[in-house]
């Protein structure tokens, strides 16, 4: 069964305090991971998808890498307006169907 | 406007009753899903479309039934609605060559 855990749960960070959300996932024929920012009220929006070892993608503050068994998404001198849900999910083979596997999520405030 | 959109976006029902959400597609893909998230759980697939003729169960489909009506229209009904189906619920899209999804902003659903 695919699995994917994050952690912290959430995170408190001041205005230009740079730190990391991990995503660390089990499953069987990796496909792609995939960042999502997820607002109040507001459906989960796409960042970024990662589809192997190594590889890495960037958009504005934000920077994701993945390894064989974890993701990272660094946020680097965050902003208050990228305090948001921080959504990480998998995509295991075609065998699955192109279903996603979900982890809870990060809460990430960042204060002025 | 939005690519993905989902009507109603709120409703308070009551235990017993037939409730169906809606969701339509602007962005041309073929496949939809509809998932439910819950404090503490994540997202969960509920059911997933390829085309309108392809109709799959996800993780969590008792108690749902979904119609693809177009290739642009997805459905989600809930035969006999029950308090445990409180939940926030997304529909999604995706093209077969990516495999990123695409949220609508969500339904917020209380049954009573």
């Known amino acids: 069964e695919d699995q994917v855990t994050q952690s912290p749960e959430a995170l408190r960070l001041q205005e230009g305090e740079s730190s990391s959300l991990n995503c660390s996932y089990t499953v069987s024929g990796l496909r792609g991971l995939f960042w999502y920012r997820q607002d109040p009220g507001k459906g989960p929006e796409f960042l970024f998808t990662?589809?192997?070892a190594g590889e890495e993608k960037e958009k504005e503050r934000l920077k994701a890498t993945l390894t064989k068994k974890e993701s990272f998404l660094h946020i680097t001198a965050p902003k208050p307006e990228d305090s948001a849900t921080y959504l990480c999910?998998?995509?295991?083979?075609?065998?699955?169907?192109?279903?996603?596997?979900f982890g809870e999520g990060t809460q990430l405030t960042v204060n002025p | 406007d939005a690519d993905v959109t989902q009507t109603p976006r709120n409703r308070i029902t009551k235990t017993g009753k037939r409730i169906m959400l809606e969701c339509s597609q602007t962005?041309?893909?073929?496949?939809m899903y509809w998932y439910r998230q819950d404090p503490g759980l994540g997202l969960r697939l509920i059911y997933y479309?390829?085309?309108?003729?392809?109709?799959n169960k996800g993780e969590i489909s008792d108690g749902y039934s979904v119609s693809r009506q177009a290739q642009a229209k997805f459905s989600l009904s809930l035969e006999s609605a029950i308090p445990n189906q409180t939940a926030l619920y997304f529909c999604?899209?995706?093209?077969?060559?990516?495999?990123?999804?695409?949220f609508g902003d969500g339904t917020r659903l209380s049954i009573l």
């Open positions: 999910a998998v995509q295991a083979g075609e065998t699955s169907g192109s279903r996603l596997t």
């Open positions: 999604a899209t995706s093209d077969p060559n990516y495999f990123a999804q695409h």
């Open positions: 479309s390829f085309d309108v003729k392809d109709i």
């Open positions: 990662l589809y192997s």
């Open positions: 962005k041309g893909h073929d496949r």
